[in-house]
């Protein structure tokens, strides 16, 4: 973890041997009841016709794509984002929400931020799918989701 960084959830720290199967199965119980948690900590619908917007850094065999996607309305949906990864960490820097999402080609950058609507959003995804907007780009155009993860916490 780095300096200004607060873990919102991660199953990264959080191994066993896998030849312990009892061990094991008590861990994934653990994380399952861990998300749960943050999930209902989290549990923040977004104001208006306000959506979350993830713009990712993707790590594939290939090569290092951006991509985006809504995420939804509500904070809680950021975990949707971390399903069928390897590992998963969700973390807030000094000003952002992120996620670093691990599978087998490499890592996903995933940084989560609010647009006004749905509609500026699906703008938004376009523009990264083609190309023409940067993360910048992104940043200016869009909001902190940290504020409202970091009134839940208390950061």
Avoid: C
């Amino acid at each position: 973890m780095k300096k200004n960084e607060a873990i919102i959830w991660s199953n990264m720290d959080n191994t066993v041997d896998d030849g312990d199967a009892e061990a094991y199965d008590a861990l994934g119980a653990y994380l399952d009841e861990w998300l749960d948690d943050e999930r209902a900590n989290l549990d923040k619908p977004l104001d208006g016709e306000q959506v979350i917007v993830a713009f990712a850094d993707m790590g594939l065999w290939w090569g290092r794509p951006k991509g985006a996607s809504v995420v939804g309305d509500n904070v809680h949906d950021i975990f949707e984002t971390g399903a069928n990864y390897d590992w998963v960490r969700f973390y807030a820097d000094r000003y952002n929400v992120r996620a670093e999402l691990g599978h087998h080609d490499g890592t996903h950058y995933v940084l989560f931020r609010v647009a006004k609507s749905r509609e500026q959003a699906e703008r938004l995804v376009e523009s990264i799918a083609y190309g023409s907007m940067t993360e910048k780009q992104f940043r200016k155009a869009t909001r902190s989701l940290r504020p409202l993860v970091a009134k839940v916490y208390g950061w």
